[in-house]
């Protein structure tokens, strides 16, 4: 099959492929969700968001 060294690198060479493939999910996830949270605290804090409230689109 291979020596001990070959299957602590393949080894090794999986465990960096997962953990960047969890980061290649995270990392976009975290930022979409900040940048919705920041457009929802920037709605409610509009003034002209306020003035249009009572109004129908």
């Known amino acids: 099959m291979g020596t001990r ?3 602590a690198a393949l080894l090794v060479a ?3 492929f997962f953990a960047v493939l969890a980061l290649d ?3 976009p996830a975290v930022v979409l969700s ?3 949270l920041s457009t929802w605290v920037v709605g409610l804090e509009s003034p ?3 003035r249009h409230r009572g109004e129908a689109a």
């Open 5 to 7: 060294a070959a299957k």
């Open 25 to 27: 999910i995270t990392v």
């Open 48 to 50: 002209a968001a306020w």
């Open 14 to 16: 999986a465990m960096m």
């Open 34 to 36: 900040v940048m919705a």
